[in-house]
């Protein structure tokens, strides 16, 4: 199988794979995981020129950070390792969360994530979620004295709107937003996209398969997923909900019968697709810990969507049920 073809993350960011691989699901969120095989994933990856890896402190409460560490000590050179701060956990209670952007707060995740991976330097580091009373401007700043101190590369932002994004690319450059952008998941098209391209960042979409029911294969979390699945608790996979969103699966399920692929690979081609639709680059990074589904992602990037198919795709965001989040409250679209 060729290896993927490559992008610039952002104006003067790295070159790495048009597709990177999202690793918080080989130690937490989506139940039970094979260690072993996550680890094959992980080499296999690079084997097929998937260069970028994302994970973040609050994955695991760093144990994602931790199990990356040794693929990261033999493969240095080739890696561009991405992680995050800004949600800070209960360690009593696991649901509860606090989003902490304060310069205090950061230095200290810093260099936690530094110790967890194993690294002097962090590729790519993002300010998970946005806290709207601490300026951006100032975490930012103090984002940027990492860069001076060599402990960080770059700088990328999550689930900040437009002008959140302007704001803070004054201060110092950002390489790359990552917010939620599928199929099913559009709002980020309102003011990020369009900022993103007039700046030159690159747009890595998070949950490109929207958590896998795009991929049909599951059609109700609350019946079908692990107990500690946290898809169980997002609005848009159970119930009702689930049931009138597993019908929109139905046009997506015949452009992959045209293309001879799966429903997964005509999810992930749209977004690909946008890339060249929007002018601007664009890095999804699904999430899997098995080598199989790897490998059909990655050769999602070669599929080609003609203007009717795109048309007929562009009919299914706006009939979606549910939001993303039980609480919308931490993400960008709150803020439009």
């Not at 562009?314 to 409250?329: C, K, L």
Request: charge should be negative.
């Amino acid at each position: 199988m060729e290896r993927i073809v490559t992008a610039a993350l952002g104006a003067g960011g790295p070159v790495v794979g048009v597709q990177g691989l999202g690793c918080m699901g080989m130690s937490h969120a989506y139940g039970p995981t094979d260690g072993d095989e996550a680890r094959a994933t992980l080499e296999r990856a690079l084997e097929l020129g998937v260069t970028l890896f994302d994970t973040a402190d609050m994955y695991g409460s760093g144990e994602n950070e931790r199990f990356l560490a040794p693929f990261l000590a033999a493969h240095r050179e080739e890696v561009v390792i991405a992680t995050k701060f800004a949600i800070s956990l209960d360690p009593g209670d696991p649901t509860k969360r606090a989003i902490r952007n304060d310069r205090p707060y950061l230095r200290a995740c810093v260099e936690a994530s530094l110790r967890r991976l194993g690294v002097e330097t962090i590729d790519l580091y993002y300010m998970h979620r946005r806290d709207p009373a601490v300026p951006i401007e100032e975490t930012v700043g103090a984002m940027a004295e990492l860069v001076a101190e060599g402990k960080v590369r770059h700088l990328g932002l999550s689930e900040v709107t437009g002008a959140e994004l302007r704001a803070a690319h004054a201060v110092h450059p950002i390489a790359a937003l990552q917010s939620e952008w599928s199929l099913f998941s559009r709002d980020v098209e309102r003011s990020a996209v369009p900022a993103a391209r007039d700046l030159g960042v690159a747009m890595v979409p998070y949950s490109p398969l929207g958590r896998g029911f795009l991929t049909g294969a599951f059609k109700d979390a609350g019946g079908e997923l692990a107990a500690d699945d946290f898809r169980r608790h997002q609005p848009r996979f159970n119930g009702a909900n689930a049931e009138a969103n597993a019908a929109l699966l139905a046009p997506i399920r015949a452009l992959a019968e045209a293309h001879g692929a799966t429903l997964g690979q005509i999810a992930l081609a749209w977004v690909h697709q946008q890339a060249l639709t929007r002018d601007m680059t664009v890095i999804p990074i699904p999430g899997t810990r098995r080598r199989t589904r790897l490998e059909e992602n990655a050769a999602a990037t070669r599929i080609t969507l003609t203007a009717k198919d795109l048309a007929t795709l562009d009919e299914i965001a706006p009939r979606v049920a549910g939001d993303r989040y039980p609480d919308m409250s931490f993400t960008a679209a709150t803020r439009e």
